[in-house]
């Protein structure tokens, strides 16, 4: 194997090491040392130069920005997420005639779906879908993104909420997470307006929670001064 490859090899098998053992410090900073390596290969996109080992390198150099976008996840940092999965796009797209499927495709573009929902950029959100087969859009990880736009947009909260329960991977839960806090967020908002005080028995419905140590926490963690007597 040529030397580079055999280094990028490597460092990628001790990202993956760091990555299980949730060290994402060390992640981290191995991911930005494979990124230097990878500005080697000029069989990457945008040259995509027909290298002696260009698939072997288009590939592990796919597996690497995969990576990279679920470590943002887990590290939730949000501009890493956009910054990675810019970076992923091509090898989805302009080198999917030079790679076999990924099998992380779907998962991760249902996570760019649900990123740009959480952000609110509903136009990109369409945009991306209009990109997408008929065979895409029926994969779990889309129609789980799909669904809960509509339901968004439609202000089915309850349904939001408990999609949670059915999110297609452990990844999802973040941005999931945000979501929820988003639509409580909103309803509070719409509260603190059209109220004086209210119940905890009220307020527990009125944003979803299933206890009132839930509600609770998130009371205090937004400083809601309607909810001050409770």
């Not at 992923?88 to 990123?115: C, F, H, M, T, W």
């Not at 297609?168 to 909103?186: C, G, H, N, Q, S």
């Not at 509070?188 to 119940?199: I, L, M």
Request: hydrophobic share 40%; aromatic share 10%.
């Amino acid at each position: 194997m040529d030397p580079q490859l055999t280094e990028v090899s490597q460092q990628l098998e001790r990202f993956k090491a760091a990555f299980v053992r949730k060290d994402y410090n060390t992640c981290s900073d191995l991911l930005s040392r494979l990124k230097v390596l990878l500005t080697k290969f000029t069989s990457l996109p945008p040259l995509f130069e027909n290298t002696p080992n260009a698939a072997q390198e288009l590939a592990i150099a796919r597996d690497i920005y995969e990576h990279a976008v679920v470590l943002s996840v887990k590290t939730e940092d949000q501009d890493a997420f956009e910054r990675d999965f810019f970076q992923l796009k091509p090898y989805y797209v302009d080198a999917r005639d030079r790679l076999p499927p990924s099998p992380q495709e779907n998962l991760i573009l249902g996570l760019n779906l649900l990123r740009l929902l959480v952000q609110n950029r509903i136009a990109e959100f369409h945009t991306e879908l209009e990109l997408l087969s008929s065979a895409t859009l029926e994969n779990p990880c889309i129609k789980h993104a799909v669904e809960l736009e509509q339901s968004f947009m439609e202000g089915a909260y309850n349904r939001v909420l408990s999609a949670r329960q059915t999110a297609p991977d452990a990844t999802y839960v973040y941005f999931m997470d945000l979501l929820a806090k988003t639509i409580r967020d909103e309803i509070a908002g719409c509260s603190e307006k059209a109220y004086d005080y209210v119940s905890i028995s009220d307020a527990r419905q009125m944003l979803l929670f299933s206890s009132d140590q839930e509600l609770l926490t998130y009371v205090n963690e937004c400083a809601l001064w309607f909810f001050s007597s409770l």
